[in-house]
């Protein structure tokens, strides 16, 4: 398993920008094809973007296409969400979450096994 802790949320302002980092320790992080998730109060957990382990392959959520982009350096092992352009229906806690790469894409929250312990994304007026 790998571990997983993200940083870089906090408050913003509609149209703002934010940039989210999930940082992995563990096994080979280009093995895992890595996932951010967000759950806003009282809704269920979501797929938001998906990055392949080499990082040539992403997947977005409709709601997020164009404004969010979703980045990763192996090198550093961590991940990235560059987030743009925000609404106020982006508020959430926002996690990202590991899967092996050799098991494919996949938008399922079932489908990943490691997980972080999210951090706080509000959008304000």
């Known amino acids: 398993q790998v571990q997983l802790v993200e940083s870089g949320g906090g408050l913003v302002q509609a149209g703002g920008s934010l940039r989210l980092s999930c940082a992995a320790s563990?096994?080979?992080?280009?093995?895992?094809?890595m996932g951010w998730f967000r759950q806003a109060p009282g809704k269920e957990r979501e797929f938001v973007a998906a990055?392949?382990?080499?990082?040539?392959?992403?997947d977005y959520a409709d709601s997020v296409k164009g404004r969010f982009t979703i980045s990763r350096d192996n090198a550093k092992n961590t991940m990235y969400l560059q987030m743009n352009s925000l609404k106020l229906e982006d508020t959430a806690a926002y996690y990202c979450?590991?899967?092996?790469?050799?098991?494919?894409?996949?938008?399922?929250?079932?489908?990943?096994?490691?997980w972080g312990q999210g951090t706080q994304v509000t959008v304000s007026s």
């Open positions: 979450a590991a899967r092996y790469n050799t098991l494919g894409p996949s938008r399922a929250l079932a489908d990943f096994g490691s």
């Open positions: 563990g096994r080979t992080f280009s093995s895992y094809r």
């Open positions: 990055i392949s382990g080499a990082g040539g392959i992403t």
